[in-house]
């Protein structure tokens, strides 16, 4: 079976590649259609994307955060493209011979319609792998959260997002987390299977000694990982990063994990201009305080952090997962921007302190080192919120043998 992967960013690249190279590992056929970017999540594990319909665009794929990211787009030929897209996608799900094709759609509603408009008018079978929502946003399993307004329909998913994953031709929805396949099941009689959460999926640590000794503690700083706005969120969590220092009364190592896109030269600068002596190329000291600049070994930093400071999407999400306490705090956007960052604590539920100054970072500290409950109550809720590893395969498998 032939199956064309459609996804719509950087993250959902990143987890649908895992899931193609498993789908490969059993014998199957993948092609990708990055709908935003160009995909180096799939080219870096060497599965062929679609020629001449891929762009970077210039919000990255954040476009329902700010209306002017839009725009911007718009006018850098959004519109044509999308229109490339859509026809590529009818043309391949309408050449397939029964039982022969099919679409891995992996996102949110866009590349949910991109596979449901073909099916709908005679095109192949798709399934939809729902990255980006959760009942844990609206809800947990106590109940509704106060604070959060019902969502239209009774579900984070809404009634017409509903609606397509109802088609005949949807043969599998697979969730993030069990609450949400309980409730899509039990209360909309939608074919939604958890097995697992594919972010959680290749962090295993390669084992980098850090330099940590038992009594230190080790923050994980993480401004997410598109320019400008990285830089932005560094500045910001540079800040935060004093405060820590100045609040915990042990030797201090900040790791810090620099995307591949970012100028560590440019980042470097920053640290020194803020009265950090420069060691070598990535590390920096001040008073009680370590910071070390990385390009590799982002799981080791996950794995061996106590506590992250963070302005980022997915990695924030994945420290969760390895249940690890982060204090967050909002920025300008066009992703880590008010809106974000607080669905992202109601998304991730104590493990997440939102605060919105850096002075804050003082009281979440005194307030979590007094809680001698706090951390294995994070470990618990990690585990609840963000799932267990292993999903890429586990969804792969349920694709050959069931679909």
């Known amino acids: 079976m032939e199956i064309l992967c459609i996804s719509n960013g950087h993250g959902e690249d990143i987890i649908a590649a895992r899931i193609c190279i498993e789908l490969e ?18 080219t870096k594990n060497n599965i062929p994307i679609v020629d001449q319909v891929t762009q970077a665009m210039p919000s990255g794929g954040f476009v329902r955060m700010d209306s002017r990211q839009l725009a911007r787009d718009v006018k850098s030929g959004l519109v044509g493209l999308t229109r490339k897209q859509l026809g590529f996608v009818w043309k391949w799900s309408r050449e397939s011979r029964r039982g022969k094709r099919l679409i891995l759609a992996v996102g949110d509603i866009v590349p949910l319609l991109f596979a449901w ?23 947990d399993r106590r109940g509704y959260l106060p604070h959060v307004k019902k969502p239209f329909g009774g579900s984070n998913f809404f009634p017409w997002e509903r609606t397509l994953m109802s088609s005949s031709h949807c043969k599998a929805i697979f969730v993030r987390d069990l609450l949400t396949a309980e409730i899509l099941n039990k209360d909309f009689k939608l074919p939604a299977i958890y097995l697992g959460n594919s972010m959680m999926d290749g962090l295993e640590p390669k084992g980098i000694d850090f ?22 969120n560094w500045m910001t969590l540079m800040l935060c990063a004093q405060v820590v220092a100045r609040t915990i009364p042990h030797n201090v190592h900040f790791l810090v994990a620099i ?10 600068q920053s640290i020194i201009q803020k009265g950090w002596l420069r060691i070598d190329e990535t590390t920096f000291k001040v008073q009680n305080a370590r910071l070390v600049l990385l390009r590799d070994g982002f799981s080791d930093c996950l794995h061996q ?7 980022a999407g997915t990695a924030t999400e994945q420290l969760v997962g390895l249940g690890k306490p982060v ?16 669905e992202q604590a109601d998304l991730l539920g104590c493990s997440v302190n939102l ?12 307030r979590i080192l007094q809680d001698p409950d706090y951390f294995q109550e994070v470990g618990r809720n990690g585990a609840e919120r963000m799932g267990a590893s292993g999903a890429s395969a586990s969804i792969a498998k349920y694709i050959a043998t069931n679909i």
Not at 259 to 268: N, Q, R
Not at 305 to 311: F, K, N, V
Request: hydrophobic letters at 45%.
């Open 259 to 268: 995307a591949p896109d970012l100028d560590l030269e440019v980042i470097g």
């Open 327 to 342: 204090i967050t705090i909002a920025g300008n956007g066009p992703q880590f921007t008010r809106k974000f960052a607080e």
């Open 211 to 232: 330099g940590i000794d038992e009594n230190d503690w080790a923050v994980a700083i993480l401004p997410g990982s598109r320019s400008p706005e990285a830089y932005d």
């Open 305 to 311: 952090c106590h506590l992250g400071l963070a302005m």
């Open 25 to 42: 590992k059993l014998g199957f056929s993948a092609i990708a259609l990055p709908l935003v970017g160009v995909g180096h999540a799939y």
């Open 355 to 366: 605060i919105d100054k850096p002075a804050q970072v003082a009281d979440v500290l005194n």
């Open 117 to 139: 408009l073909p099916a709908k008018f005679g095109g192949c079978d798709f399934v939809f792998v729902a990255t980006a929502k959760s009942e844990y946003f609206w809800r």
